[in-house]
């Protein structure tokens, strides 16, 4: 690439690329139940989904483009940043940790949500916490800020865990309830989530203290202040009418697609003070 275009690259916002292709990618996850994940007909659906909704909603009028096209593109942990950076998708709605790191190479809008990293097992399995697994196999989803977290839990303590690495949440599930790893350990309202999405759930239980507090927050492109400011004002306008309370309830604590299950969970105090706040704060 010449000089010229690596500046015309480096210069030209989302909103500018957006109004002039008539089209804006939309990062989902496939199974970040209830942020972002696939419905019963295959459609991506979700927490995170509906508010990136309201933002493709908002790019449309500020763009003048009416004839806007939502393009979904399903990403991964793994390939969720590149995709961002490269420009394949323009925002990225799933169940993303705002930390310090990525800051480094990606902006985030104002956090929408706070979890912490638990462990998922079968159902009466002798585990209750990290260190009753000592030597044995637990696995975490490849990309993700939990796999880092048990990998230097596991040095620090010595704890000769087995840990593996599966490319998506589903799979790290199925290898909990194959017997190829006795816990999955993962962000927990993704865990309630997967449990309740189980074709039996009851098969499953979610274990032990948090291991950290982590926020969530819509991943978007470095050095693109007008396009983060359309983003997090949304946000914030939709916190001031009562919307963002809404659409809480509605994946949090109602009956959710695909199977009506709902996740009973309750908004932390972390998201109650972050409403009133409305910062865009990492986690370390």
């Known amino acids: 690439m010449s000089a010229v275009l690596c500046v015309h690259a480096q210069t030209t916002t989302t909103l500018d690329k957006v109004k002039a292709s008539g089209t804006i990618a939309v ?13 019963d007909k295959a459609q991506p659906t979700g927490f995170g989904w509906e508010i990136c909704g309201r933002i493709v909603e908002e790019v449309r009028k500020v763009t003048e483009r009416s004839d806007l096209k939502l393009a979904p593109q399903p990403v991964t942990p793994a390939n969720r940043i590149p995709l961002l950076t490269n420009g394949t998708i ?24 706070y979890t912490g990293t638990r462990l998922i097992i079968k159902t009466g399995a002798p585990f209750k916490s990290l260190d009753d697994l000592k030597g044995k196999p637990v696995v975490s989803t490849t990309g993700t800020t939990n796999f880092r977290v048990i990998r230097n839990l596991n040095e620090e303590k010595k704890l000769g865990i087995d840990l593996l690495a599966a490319k998506d949440h589903a799979e790290s599930l199925l290898m ?5 790893a006795q816990a999955f350990a993962m962000d927990d309202i993704l ?77 932390s ?9 409305l ?4 986690a370390a």
């Open 27 to 39: 990062g989902y996850r496939e199974s970040s139940i209830p942020f972002a994940y696939l419905d």
């Open 90 to 113: 323009d925002i990225e709605c799933g169940s993303t940790t705002n930390n310090s790191e990525r800051q480094k190479q990606v902006a985030f809008a104002t956090n929408y949500f």
């Open 176 to 180: 909990v309830q194959t017997g190829r």
């Open 191 to 267: 865990l309630y989530g997967l449990k309740a999405s189980a074709a039996n759930p009851a098969d499953f239980e979610v274990v032990g203290d948090a291991l950290q507090v982590e926020p969530y927050a819509i991943m978007l492109r470095k050095d693109d202040p007008a396009f983060k400011k359309l983003v997090d004002t949304t946000i914030a306008n939709l916190v001031k009418s009562g919307e963002f309370t809404k659409l809480y309830k509605k994946w949090f604590q109602s009956p959710i697609p695909p199977k009506g299950i709902n996740l009973n969970a309750p908004m």
């Open 269 to 277: 105090r972390e998201l109650q003070e972050n409403l009133k706040n």
């Open 279 to 282: 910062s865009d704060k990492p």
